[in-house]
């Protein structure tokens, strides 16, 4: 259905909105109501939002400062791509759908589709219970992901891609009209400046975009930045896969460790089949935990754990162990800015950007480009503020905030021995109910995978015969010898 009734749809329940947006795909009749859309960012979320408006515009340009490699190769712009990304269902099924067959394409490539038979997940040591089909979960380098994703982005007819760092934006009449920027090799103090003439202006320049200081400088408001203190320590190794995926017991495995477990501060373990025959292996810390900055240091780090992560440590390592640290998950607020000029949006971490051991970053942009062509078949009046995209991105930034972001200011609050309101406790008892009964319920696990894996709202965990279940599946389980 091409035509989409934005406030229709924004006064349905945030589950039923957030549930519509999960299964947005493309239609044949989408409006043309654009010539020139810029996207800033030529990363997952730019080159997602670039799918989405090469259906609306007459022509796409994706601005992006870093070169772009033909094959998979880890780049300056985006820090974090050597560490493990998981590419939850939401944002697998958002692909499938944009972009047809990509998840053929990445098996082709080597990558696997992990099915729950070949899967672990574990808490403090045991493992999750399953009911159904259970999910099937592409592993692949972020690099290769992104390599993927471009190729078929960059083969659509009306996209192309411009290298320059962007530097600002120019606005005629309160919308956004023209896109400066410095033509690759440029800097600060070059005068080879050039300008593009713009319709419709993505911001995908991920966690460290300066569209805030732009709209700043040029008398707009700027949108409130929300920080949650969440002091993370990657780090990442890659080791030689002597065994193919397909005759592989366990293929992909994922462990969290409470403090009451000894695990030497690993917090979260991950180890994935990935292409090019290999596996990827990542050690979680928190705050002064910093779990192996050497392979001898990350093969002792993982000697407590469940056995499988041994196992993936014996191989001959390839390359070194790569860190990363963050301190913070962030998000800036849109929906209630009173100045803000027409024809502009902003996606994927440059919006918000969590505590990245939920996985949720690039499914959420999916999400937002879901969000963005609802926007655009709601035909809505472009020489106005985007404000009911903002206000359908809100439902997807929340929900996952909430999952992310509940774990880490519980977390803090337990650590800083803070007194919290009673109905928040109560969310937070209920959350630790049905996480529990994960362990023993496979019914409830199926419930709480919708949520994390980002297919359903986190509302529908509040459901009182769900939790009603998960408490009882908690009482058998401990009256168990
Ligand atoms: C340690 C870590 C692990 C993660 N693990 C996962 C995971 O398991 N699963 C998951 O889904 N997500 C994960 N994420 C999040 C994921 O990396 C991001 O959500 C994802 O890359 C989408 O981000 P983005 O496209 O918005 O921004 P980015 O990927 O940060 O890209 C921003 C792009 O903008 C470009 N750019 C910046 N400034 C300019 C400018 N002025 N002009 C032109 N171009 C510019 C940059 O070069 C870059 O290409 C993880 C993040 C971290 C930090």
Redesign the pocket.
Known sequence: MAFMDLDHLLSEPTDAVFETLVAVGPVEDAPLTIDTAVV???????LMAARVLADHARRVVV????ALPEEAAF?A??P??Q??????PA?QRWLERWMPGLTREAQDRGAPFVGPEQAITAFDGVPQASEGEGYHLLALS?PLLEVLIRGRVAALPNVSFLR????GLGYRDDAVSHVH?LAAGGDADDRDARTIEVDFVVD???????LAHWLDDSGYDRPALERLEAPIN?ATALFERPVKFADLPTAGALALYTPRYPSGGVSVAAAQAIEDDRWLLMLMGYGDSRPGRTVDEMRSAVADLLPFFATVAANEPVGDVVT?H?AESRRRHFTDLHRFPARLVS????VA?FN?IY???????ALHASCLATYLRGRPDLDTPARAFFALQQVVVDAAWAVSAGGDAARLDATNGVEVPEELRLQRWAMEQITAATLVDGAVTDAFLQVTYMLRHPATLADPALLARAVAAGERHRQTP
């Not at 800033?40 to 730019?46: D, H």
């Not at 996985?359 to 942009?365: E, F, K, R």
Request: hydrophobic residues 35%.
């Open positions: 800033l960012g030529g990363s997952v979320a730019g601005v992006e400062a870093d780049r712009g985006v974090q791509d560490q493990v990304h998981t590419l939850l944002g972020r320059g760092r962007a530097t920027y995908a320049m991920g966690r460290a975009s300066r990657y990363y963050q996606v994927g971490d440059a950007s990245p996985g949720q970053g690039m499914s959420s942009a």
